[in-house]
């Protein structure tokens, strides 16, 4: 099985589409930068948010309980399940006593991580991403390969390429404004046909009973005000207690997500449409396992800004279809082990543990703290490779030993120098292959120190 | 005088004695008691960070014994002293002497700046310089702002170097980007560390940096892997070997 | 056990140390607080007129199908109240709406739900929108904006900031994704 490093070498084999890759990312980054420095109590409110969804977490249930009472009031449905198989049938059972067979959905990492769309088209249910961004990667029957720039990796001649063949648009044609507009043409069409809208959701309010859905592009509001049914599927994490913690995180989210200070769209659904129907889906699948562990606990706080996958510098030049997970980048790497620690054994350790992720992400995730205890907790249940748990413990053995030390110490220093270059770099050295060693020293600092000091 | 336990990390020791030699230089011109405890080897982070505790462990309680003693310890690195000050508590909470020695234990810049309080420095040294804000220096021990961060700057590597005559410290398009040595990372992730590399080394030379200046040899010794590999014009140094050759009052 | 219980119970199974909600923030505030909205409406691809005649506008005056909800502004071509299918209002070329206020810190206006009667689809579907809104009432930022709303039961309610956007082909701004091509916010006097 491949892990990270080798998907990852392949990403980066093409360097002039890595560094391509690297710098739209960065962009966004610097982006975030300048709205960040525009408010002057930015650590405060990312303080303030780190608080509400530590205090959240703290009572989970409790408000949960009284979200569902005042959504209910609202003349909402609520559902809960408790895996994606089961949120998979209840979004099923919603569409089919509804006769649905054309759905238009807005971006929803759910639903990804519950792998709806298969499950829906294979009832017959045409389901149409609008995000541009989705709807593009649906196009090419790929997954997003980032939570908030899901087609980031594709350059606009290939998106021109594949709009001429899915959408007619003339042949090499790639200009951004003229694909965009030709996929609002193709977007509303679908919307006019479709007979339900299903979104995401940004944040749930217990107080209100309501959920909050942002978006740049009005794809969530097209789908739930033309259509009388909607159905809102969330994490149960998504939760926060009362409408005035939204300050707090929409100060954060799309200053931290995308640059801007704010996203076009926040759109408050609490209720149906006049005449409609509106359901929520309030989904586990793993989340109360998180919830039971401390060091993993804060994962569950993540608002799904993208923020940690911009800064970072190894999925900036990896892409996210390296982390063969639905969410890639430093939060990816802590949520896909909690799913199959075996399988994904890698991400943990594709990073530098730089820390970069950590002091930007708007609710104070200790990212690459936890990226370095998911570890040890992989080396723990043995699913690191042998050769590296016993190269470590070896290594162990002779640190922990200053005879041993100094004995390998001096031995490389003598013997490095002398051995024919071949030698010294062959397969077995992953360091040389683009890189020098050190040049080795005739003599250590401890044994210059005598001389030094006397 | 307090007294200082001077720690000099294993790849330092064996590799970059120069390194240990100009620390040691700096601290003993300052008046300084320094005792480099012969029985020392490593902190444990190549293990720790490897996620094998069970190897790192009886390196802290090593160093707990080793060091403990001292009233201050101090390295010329930023990595492994994060690694005492931070990652040490899990192992050696309650240990006799371990809030001390986790507290009292500084990387070279910060224990200048902070403890020493170091405000004059007199010394030359005219070229066009790059720092290098690695990372575990930068974000665990905050010897600087980290750019992500909107607090009010300061940096404890250029406030020492500022001062030396004839330095330009360039300005470079990311400022704390990691370099991508990472430890074990920069094998297990060849690939995108030498890239990360790279791309550090090209920012830095757009910047005219001639030297790269850095406080980890580690994160240096990858840079300069790559540099001599391509066999390109630029050095790098440690802020040791710069400080070594001023006057620090 | 339902699978409602179920997951309430293993939530309630875990020991998660109290955690107390923070103190309520207070944010920015700007010496002129309409002098900031303007700058980040227009940051956002928007545009603020101040005061004026509606006529005036290219974007108003030039349109075949106008629907509005603000009094005193007539609709042209368009009787919401006589359209019964939201999806009639496709090819609405402008939606006047009234706004209740703006947010200084972001360009976002606050559309109550309730204004939009009879179709909220009407702020979304028009090929462009202009907000009608006082000019006493822009608030520095968002917290005090979440101050003011009231929420209602089975309600609905929105921010617009600027106009409908995408960057999704290779990061290049494109106004006009699904929603409105411009939005063009007019203060007025009260
Ligand atoms: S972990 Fe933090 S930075 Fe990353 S997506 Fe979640 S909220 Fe954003």
Redesign the pocket.
Known sequence: MTGHAEKAAAFAANESRTHWHDESLWFVRVKRDRQAASIPEWEALREAASAIKTHTLSRLADYLEEFERNATANGIHVHWARDAAEHNAIVHQILASHNVTRLVKSKSMLTEECHLNPYLEARGIEVTDTDLGERIVQLRKEPPSH?VLPAIHLKKEDIGELFHIELGTEKGASDPKYLTEAARGHLRSKFMEAQAGLTGVNFAVAETGGVVVCTNEGNADMGTSLPPLHIACMGMEKLIPRAEDLAVFLRLLAR??TGQPVTTYTSHFNGPLPGGEMHVVIVDNGRSRILGQPTFRS?L?????????NTCPVYRRSGGYSYGYIVP???GSILAPQRDPEKYASLPFASSLCGS?TD????K?D?HQQLLAFRKKLVDLKVVPLQKRLGMAGLGFVLSRPWLYRMSGSLLRAVMPVLPRGLVYGAWNRWGVQRELPAMPKESFRDLIGKELS | MPSVGLFIPCYVDQLYPQVGLATLRILRRLGFNVEFPPEQTCCGQPMANSGCDAAARPLAERFLAIFGKYDHVVAPSGSCVSMVRNHYDHWLHGKPRFEHLRDNTFELCEYLTGVVKVTKIDGDFPFKVGLQMSCHGLRELRLARSSEQMTAPYNKVRQLLSQLRGIEIVDLLRPDECCGFGGAFAVDEEAVSCLMGRDRIEDHARAGAEVIVGYDMSCLMHLDGLIRRAERAQRVMHVAEILEKAQLA | MSSRNAILDSLRKSVVPPASRPAPMIGTRYADPLKQFEETLTAVGGRLVRGGDLASLDVYANAPKVASLVPGVPSRNVDLHAIQDPHELDGVDVAVIPGEFGVAENGAVWVPGEILAPHRAIFVIAQHLILVVPSDQIVDNLHQAYERIQWRPNSFGILISGPSKTADIEQSLVMGAHGARSCTVILVAQ
């Open positions: 939570i931290s997500g994962s706080g993540c608002i799904r800004c993208g923020a940690c996958m980048g430093p939060i992720c930007v992400c708007p609710v995730i990212l």
